[in-house]
């Protein structure tokens, strides 16, 4: 198992990486602004997605180029931006869900310092890159090398053979299908983006023709189809986005429930996969309630019911729908405990979407 060997050092690595003590005070906050989450984004630090340089020193391959020597290449993003500044604003709005950086901001001073210590004064060409869509062929591929291409690649935010971390959710294969898949890894972005042209929606970045090729595409499919429930039942450590996998025996399995709207344009079509998770396609909602959760409960009454999110469903640019959404039931819940699903909000008990499940 050589890929977990890589792997394991990579996130303890992006896990510890508050101890940073070495250089100078504003050497050392550009450091931790590119090794860390910013504290106004997401749960994505620009390590994250780009080494300073490849192959990377932890054998990891991320989704956006290196960026050590970008200092000095002469424009950014395919030429259309010929500030760094502006390159590195488009990834904090873009991907860290975070505003853009002020010119005399303190951490972009710091950021760029780092960055430009890093790049030294070689001149570096400007980088080309190509969003494409996935094949249509997706069937065929080796598995075993999908799980080592995984583990190399995609195991920065979804965490060692696919058990998620707090980037990103665990990857079920019962939960997916191969279109889903190809889709993800080829154009996922926000479809509104001011820099990428053909996105198709989502936080997760897309790998451009030159980051994957078709081939280990398909090997990737072949994994993660055959992936069902990751490393053995602790639904991915607590992430946010881990899901933990359950048996898939109970009468209601393949309900389904439409969301009727209240409140905040919820919308959706939430249908009962196994015996603990619920996947919500087709989800709407403007993402800016405070401490909103998907909750179960009988009769129409989630007032006396139960939390099926972990986290508040708050998120900036809300959910457009693009990508399902999962909840699932507490340990000591079954589906035998609802009949309906609601988006809820808790502080005043209140329904902005629910409905309840019946046979298609
Ligand atoms: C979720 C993934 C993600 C995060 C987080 C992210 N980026 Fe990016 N970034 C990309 C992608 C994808 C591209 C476009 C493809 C490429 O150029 O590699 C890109 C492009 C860039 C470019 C332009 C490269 C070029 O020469 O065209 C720079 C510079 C850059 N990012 C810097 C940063 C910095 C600095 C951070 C942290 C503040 C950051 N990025 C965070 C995904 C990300
Ligand atoms: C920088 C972090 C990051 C990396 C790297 C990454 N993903 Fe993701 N991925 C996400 C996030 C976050 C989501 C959740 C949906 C969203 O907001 O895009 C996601 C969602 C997905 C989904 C959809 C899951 C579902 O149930 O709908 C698939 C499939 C997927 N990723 C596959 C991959 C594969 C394969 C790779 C490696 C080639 C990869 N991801 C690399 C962050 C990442």
């Given amino acids: 198992m050589r890929q977990l060997t890589l792997a394991i050092p990579l996130l303890a690595v992006i896990g510890s990486l508050g101890c940073s003590d070495s250089g100078t005070v504003a050497a050392a906050s550009g450091e931790?602004?590119?090794?860390?989450?910013?504290?106004?984004?997401?749960t994505f630090a620009c390590a994250s997605c780009h080494a300073l340089e490849e192959p990377a020193p932890d054998g990891i391959r991320r989704p956006g180029h290196p960026i050590g020597n970008a200092t000095n290449r002469p424009s950014f993003k395919n030429g259309q931006l010929s500030?760094?500044?502006?390159?590195?604003?488009?990834?904090?709005?873009?991907?860290?869900a975070a505003p853009a950086?002020?010119?005399?901001?303190?951490r972009w001073l710091a950021l760029s310092e780092y960055l430009s210590d890093a790049a030294g004064s070689s001149p570096a060409p400007p980088l080309s890159y190509q969003i494409v869509s996935p094949p249509t062929e997706l069937g065929g591929g080796d598995p075993m090398a999908g799980q080592d291409l995984f583990n190399t690649s995609c195991v920065v935010c979804h965490g060692v053979d696919a058990s998620g971390t707090e980037r990103a959710l665990a990857l079920r294969g019962?939960?997916?299908?191969?279109?889903?898949?190809g889709r993800r890894v080829r154009t996922s972005g926000a479809s509104n983006s001011s820099v990428y042209e053909g996105l198709t929606g989502g936080r997760m970045p897309f790998w451009a023709e030159d980051r994957l090729s078709d081939d280990e595409l398909v090997d990737l499919v072949a994994f993660i189809l055959g992936n069902d429930g990751g490393t053995g039942g602790t639904g991915?450590?607590?992430?946010?986005?881990?899901?933990?996998?359950?048996?898939?025996?109970?009468s209601k399995i393949g309900q389904v429930a439409e969301l009727q709207t209240f409140a905040h344009q919820v919308s959706g079509t939430a249908v009962i996969?196994?015996?603990?998770?619920?996947r919500v396609d087709d989800f709407i909602y403007d993402g800016t309630g405070i401490d909103v959760r998907f909750y179960g409960g009988l009769a129409g009454d989630y007032a006396s019911g139960f939390s099926m999110s972990e986290e508040d469903l708050r998120r900036s640019g809300g959910y457009d729908g693009s990508e399902p959404v999962y909840a699932q039931l507490p340990e000591n819940r079954t589906f035998d405990d609802l009949d309906g699903i609601s988006v809820w909000c808790v502080p005043v008990?209140?329904?902005f979407g629910d409905g309840l499940f019946t046979n298609p």
């Avoid at 602004?33 to 984004?41: I, K, M, T």
């Avoid at 991915?236 to 109970?250: F, M, V």
């Avoid at 996969?273 to 619920?278: E, G, I, N, P, S």
């Fill in 174 to 181: 019962s939960l997916l299908d191969a279109e889903t898949i």
């Fill in 273 to 278: 996969v196994d015996d603990c998770t619920v």
């Fill in 236 to 250: 991915g450590g607590g992430g946010n986005g881990g899901l933990r996998p359950c048996d898939a025996t109970h």
């Fill in 83 to 96: 500030a760094l500044l502006d390159a590195v604003n488009s990834c904090r709005v873009e991907w860290m």
């Fill in 349 to 351: 008990a209140a329904s």
């Fill in 101 to 106: 950086f002020n010119e005399a901001d303190a």
């Fill in 32 to 42: 931790t602004l590119y090794l860390e989450p910013h504290s106004d984004g997401n």
